[in-house]
């Protein structure tokens, strides 16, 4: 089946060491979105790709980057996680016309990540 | 993107219908209203979306007012499976274009 893939589903760091959460897709979707999810809140958009352009949030911290090297690989870069970073982070991609709904969004499960 | 108001949470009995109220007083004529639901511990999955027809698919129902300023989804027989947290979102129909949740109405559905 179609999907979008995220690995690991629950990565732990140290406070200060840089990690990486990968997302991949096998629907052949122009955009891919990183949201994060903080406990009991809705998710928020930190950036996406269209197709090669990367879309910054205006209050996404500097602190994540994204890298998009082809159309089924996303990641998230997180360069110096702080204990506000713990958080749920969901991959989602939109686009094509799977189902004839080209502009629903797909979301992963989601890796949680823990920051000691 | 118009902003959204919902009931923080509801209860409905297994077997019953569920309606789900949404409020977008502010919604603008290209904004279609879309319905995101979310389980615990997964990514949120898309039940329906609309513009200003009501629609109907094999999840749900979408009831868009007259005015287009109020909306309510439609579970039609809610199973426990169904308890999640509905994200009612309006947003320009555009591939690109984000999705800006807001607070989400809790649905604990109950036996």
């Known amino acids: 089946d179609a999907m979008v893939i995220q690995n690991p589903r629950y990565q732990v760091t140290q406070f200060g060491k840089p990690v990486t959460l990968s997302c991949s897709q096998t629907l052949n979707h122009n955009v891919m979105y990183w949201y994060q999810q903080k406990s009991s809140q809705a998710p928020k958009l930190l950036f996406h790709?269209?197709?090669?352009?990367?879309?910054n949030e205006a209050d996404t911290p500097d602190n994540f980057q994204s890298r998009r090297p082809n159309t089924s690989f996303c990641f998230l870069d997180i360069r110096s996680p702080g204990l506000g970073d713990a958080a749920m982070y969901l991959c989602a991609t939109s686009g094509g016309s799977t189902s004839g709904r080209a502009n629903e969004q797909f979301f992963g499960p989601g890796t949680r990540l823990t920051v000691l | 993107d118009a902003k959204t108001t919902q009931p923080p949470s509801m209860d409905c009995a297994e077997g019953r219908a569920a309606n789900l109220p949404c409020n977008h007083s502010?919604?603008?004529?290209?904004?279609?209203v879309y319905w995101y639901r979310q389980i615990h511990s997964q990514g949120p999955q898309y039940i329906i979306h609309g513009l200003k027809n009501n629609e109907t698919n094999e999840m749900a129902s979408l009831i868009i007012t007259e005015d287009r300023k109020s909306s309510t989804l439609i579970l039609p027989h809610a199973t426990l499976r169904d308890t999640a947290v509905y994200y009612c979102?309006?947003?320009?129909?555009?591939?690109?274009?984000?999705?800006?949740f807001g607070g989400g109405t809790r649905l604990m559905v109950k036996p």
């Open positions: 502010t919604i603008s004529g290209n904004e279609y």
């Open positions: 790709y269209y197709d090669k352009d990367f879309n």
């Open positions: 979102i309006v947003r320009v129909d555009n591939a690109g274009n984000m999705l800006t």
